[in-house]
């Protein structure tokens, strides 16, 4: 049953790997286009307000350029012109005879009738005009137009307008922020100011251009004057504002990302040029509507990918089945054969490397069958002198060459790990059958090391190793094969029957000035009561008998050799684990007698 785990893990494994690799292959793709396809949305945004902006910085500056035409050819009118000398004239006049007692004053209704009735029809003409006021030099007004006769405080000084010396001032006037153009009025023969003029318009004269602009998405436009104020918008509400974004000078680039003032959703913005009266264009798209078109892609490459995903996954499924199928009968027949059915072979009919396994497999089956029944068939007296037979009829030639044959095909096959067991069982089994009375500490680790490596692949990481070796101590020498039965009590009665994973440690030091070393092995594993502890210890005295028959062994071989001078003793407490300690006398060499 354990053998199918591991095949079963393995299919698994495969199926994780091209999983992964598919993932991994599927999410690349899918994140190639996103990201395409926003750069696309991206640039298509980019397109779509740079439209709108040419369309609306058209329409603006036609509005612009017509108001401002309309300024010029009123300041350069004769009429204009000749009749505000005439009004500056005569309040100058007047102004000294008000010095001078009072005398009669000359009337300018007559030359403000003049200029009105000069330039009304120009003025009208331009549907979105509210008035024109023009200002004498002594702060006198000519009003022009039918309504919006209050008085007006606009948002650049008189001293500001004559500053400019003719050129155009854009500003806004009064309480409801009307849009106006102030310019002075030179005089055209000697170029000295006469007056200046001031243009009022509608709230809504430049946003109702800004409405009627075609667009695909739903884009906003601002107009804002130099102090960031929203001179016109095609969302009236945000007229009169303050833009909550300095889009003058060096602080933003002409494209980028803000949060909308009026929708406050995170959109793209585009920042036009400023126009010829400095103020400048914002338009402005939802990123919702460019990801509404991204998610719609993005989804459909999603299907597609899932699709194709779930079809590779179900082919990679059918495919290592079949290719599986032979593995799954070479391992029914291997475990058919270690249940005892000897007579099982496997099919192979396979010219790939599973038959080949397969083939090597029914030939080393046969020789074990062999093997098996000359063992079983011979009759012995005794325990003792069917130990004896057995040694002299096993050929460990014939053993090294079949565990060097089980690691050459694991090697072939890919199976490192089947490779790494033989060679190490090898080692082991050539150790026991050559044992020397005496070994060197280094050569007793190997043998260690062999049987660790074989007990790490059945029991994977459940248990943790740890080693404290002096370096002094592995020239030293010690019985041979002593260790190796300590190690496996401490697995099989400390650790192996433990679901969670324990430790095992070996430590080796020289101690008393260096005339002994000192040997602990133990575990973290279940432990023993006490009364356990004391049946095991009468049973180094009775040998033979119990399950603990390796360690009452050790501690016979090591009171023969050493006596009571070793010191051989055991520890151990439930659920703490056990530890065997012992001392024997240092011996660097080895004397031939």
């Not at 430049?206 to 929203?230: A, Q």
């Not at 909550?244 to 494209?255: A, I, L, V």
């Not at 089980?406 to 890919?414: D, F, N």
């Not at 060197?440 to 080693?467: A, H, P, T």
Request: proline fraction near 2%; aromatic fraction near 8%.
């Amino acid at each position: 049953m354990k053998r199918k785990i591991r095949f079963y893990s393995i299919r698994l494994k495969l199926l994780a790997v091209y999983m992964m690799l598919l993932l991994m292959t599927s999410l690349t793709l899918f994140a190639f286009f996103v990201y395409r396809f926003h750069r696309v949305y991206k640039e298509q945004a980019d397109s779509h307000l740079a439209d709108v902006m040419s369309m609306s910085t058209s329409n603006i500056s036609g509005m612009i350029e017509q108001i401002d035409q309309l300024s010029v050819s009123i300041l350069i009118d004769r009429t204009v012109q000749s009749n505000l000398r005439e009004i500056n004239r005569k309040n100058e006049v007047n102004s000294k005879e008000d010095a001078n007692g009072g005398m009669v004053k000359e009337s300018t209704a007559v030359n403000k009738a003049a200029i009105s009735s000069q330039v009304r029809g120009s003025v009208f003409n331009i549907r979105g005009i509210i008035s024109l006021r023009i200002y004498p030099q002594n702060g006198d007004e000519v009003l022009v137009g039918t309504t919006n006769r209050e008085y007006l405080e606009y948002s650049m000084s008189e001293e500001a307008i004559y500053e400019a010396n003719g050129a155009a001032l854009w500003g806004m006037a009064g309480e409801e922020h009307y849009l106006c153009l102030a310019r002075t009025i030179l005089s055209i023969d000697d170029m000295q100011p006469l007056g200046y003029l001031v243009i009022v318009c509608k709230n809504e004269y430049l946003s109702d251009k800004l409405k009627v602009i075609p667009t695909e998405y739903s884009s906003l436009v601002y107009l804002l004057d130099d102090n960031s104020r929203v001179v016109a918008s095609s969302a009236e509400e945000f007229v009169r504002k303050t833009f909550p974004y300095k889009m003058f000078g060096t602080e933003m680039t002409s494209t980028g990302m803000i949060q909308d003032p009026v929708t406050m959703e995170q959109s793209y913005y585009y920042a036009g040029i400023p126009l010829q009266n400095g103020w400048r264009l914002i338009t402005t798209v939802s990123t919702k509507q460019l990801t509404q078109g991204i998610l719609m892609s993005v989804m459909q490459i999603a299907a597609l990918l899932v699709t194709a995903l779930a079809v590779s996954v179900l082919l990679t499924v059918i495919a290592v089945r079949k290719l599986m199928a032979p593995t799954q009968k070479l391992l029914d027949g291997m475990s058919a054969f270690g249940n005892g059915q000897m007579d099982v072979r496997v099919d192979t009919d396979g010219k790939d490397e599973i038959g080949q396994i397969g083939m090597a497999y029914n030939h080393m089956a046969d020789n074990i069958q062999n093997l098996m029944e000359k063992v079983y068939s011979l009759e012995l007296s005794t325990k003792q002198a069917e130990i004896d037979f057995l040694k002299m009829q096993i050929n460990p030639h014939f053993l090294y060459n079949s565990l060097d044959t089980i690691s050459w095909l694991g090697y072939t096959s890919g199976n490192e790990d089947i490779s790494d067991i033989a060679v190490s069982l090898a080692k082991l089994l050539r150790a026991s059958i050559n044992r020397a009375d005496m070994v060197m500490v280094l050569d007793e680790m190997k043998i260690i090391d062999s049987y660790l490596l074989i007990q790490q692949y059945r029991f994977k990481d459940k248990i943790q190793v740890e080693r404290k070796i002096e370096e002094e101590a592995y020239e030293c020498y010690m019985p041979g094969f002593l260790l190796q039965p300590l190690i496996e009590n401490s697995i099989i009665h400390g650790l192996e029957g433990q679901t969670e994973s324990g430790r095992l440690y070996i430590k080796i030091v020289t101690c008393e000035g260096g005339k002994n070393l000192y040997f602990a092995i133990g575990d973290d594993g279940k432990g023993m009561g006490q009364e356990q502890l004391n049946e095991i210890r009468k049973q180094f005295v009775n040998i033979g008998t119990g399950n603990s028959i390796g360690l009452a062994n050790a501690y016979r071989r090591l009171m023969l050799l050493y006596g009571e001078a070793c010191q051989f003793q055991i520890e151990s407490a439930l659920g703490k684990g056990t530890r065997i300690s012992f001392y024997i006398p240092v011996t660097r060499e080895i004397v031939d007698e």
